[in-house]
């Protein structure tokens, strides 16, 4: 049969709660905060400094209602002692139960001892006051989702561009002065009238003209006699390859 609870006893109950560190047997956990997913069990101990005879009743509040653990961990709203017609002292375990099913919650759990056979709701019955300690059981009892890490996007690498090197054009040969003998005959210079076929005569200061530079000059400040080696449109006209090779010729004498 169900226990019918009566109010005053009810109330009288829940005060002494606050007041349970004054027990003379002090109820006790190791752990109070419990998660089934580490496969956690709900254990209690009960420590009699004092030892005392009589009935040890354990009362666990769930469900609006105050259910009794009997022997062999049975759960009944009826008034079952825990162990009856006892005598307790030092520590004695009343609670080692799996957490696993267990709806997440609060759950108070009171303990008291009473006379053999008195009832354990009426506090003048209880030798050496009420303790109670509240079990956290399964809050939290979720494993969070680890948050993706974003992957960074790879910011594409520009491509160098390597200028394209201009090739270096091959110098063209330093005139010799074999070639410059040739342009010396074809281009009119060896004419009786200019300097003769022979350079070592000297004729009209010929030697002076044995460099590049000396040579133009002589062309400018004798338009008449050699301006033509410097018109273009000329069938005699001197390029400054003409008249380098020319001056190399020159300098042999």
Do not use: R
Not at 68 to 95: E, H, Q, R, W
Not at 176 to 192: F, P, W
Not at 199 to 207: E, S, V
């Amino acid at each position: 049969m169900k226990t019918k609870f009566i109010l005053k006893p009810l109330l009288i109950l829940l005060a002494f709660s606050g007041v349970s560190s004054n027990a003379l047997a002090q109820l006790h956990s190791l752990k109070l905060d419990v998660k089934s997913i580490n496969n956690e069990h709900i254990t209690a101990l009960v420590s009699f400094p004092v030892p005392v005879t009589g009935d040890l009743y354990l009362v666990m509040q769930y469900g609006g209602k105050f259910n009794y653990i009997g022997p062999g961990a049975t759960v009944s709203t009826d008034k079952t002692p825990f162990l009856k017609n006892s005598s307790f002292a030092a520590d004695i375990t009343v609670l080692d139960a799996p957490s696993a099913g267990i709806a997440p919650g609060v759950y108070p759990l009171y303990q008291v001892v009473t006379p053999v056979g008195a009832d354990p709701l009426v506090s003048a019955n209880w030798l050496g006051g009420l303790s109670h300690i509240d079990f956290i059981i399964n809050l939290a009892n979720t494993v969070p989702t680890p948050t993706a890490k974003p992957v960074p996007t790879t910011t594409p690498v520009p491509m160098i561009s390597i200028p394209t090197a201009t090739p270096v054009p091959t110098p063209a040969p330093a005139p010799t002065a074999t070639v410059g003998l040739t342009k010396y005959k074809s281009l009119g210079c060896s004419s009786g009238g200019c300097h003769k076929t022979d350079p070592a005569t000297n004729t009209n200061k010929l030697l002076n003209g044995k460099t590049l530079t000396a040579l133009k000059a002589a062309i400018v400040n004798n338009p008449n006699d050699m301006g033509y080696l410097a018109n273009p449109k000329d069938t005699q006209f001197a390029s400054d390859n003409d008249l380098q090779a020319i001056a190399a010729y020159l300098s042999t004498f």
